[in-house]
């Protein structure tokens, strides 16, 4: 595996892991929007990742990707909230939020932060690797 395949692995990985911390903020920022501009109510977002069977990666062409992606609707039932005043409230007086947990998106946004870290991590030992044997037979 050349040095490039790593980086490229990580940077993969980085991509993955930057786009599941915009879905995650993105469903934490919408929590309490009851409708999208077209009337529909809000739906968070998951990311589904599929990892590629090794072995492709390393031999495909660096221009593939190291796994495939889908962005998903989550189908969570609503956070019903008693708020008789509203004006969104049904006839019980409850008003339907989009049912996400925000313990859960927050525990999405660290995770995605720390895999993100590891994959800095990978490109730095990677370099550090490919420094090192650029070094032998150096005197010193």
Known sequence: MSYNQVYHIAAAGMEIEKLRFEIAAHNISNQYTLRNIDGSSFQPKQLIVSALPFDSILTE????????????????????????NHPEADQEGYINYPGLSTVDEMTTLLRASRTYEANIKIMNMAKSMYMQALSIGEER
């Not at 796994?67 to 189908?75: F, G, L, M, R, T």
């Not at 039932?77 to 008789?84: E, G, M, R, S, T």
């Open 61 to 84: 062409s660096l221009k593939g990707s190291v796994a495939k992606v889908d962005i998903v609707p989550e189908n969570l039932p609503p956070n019903k909230v008693y708020q008789p």
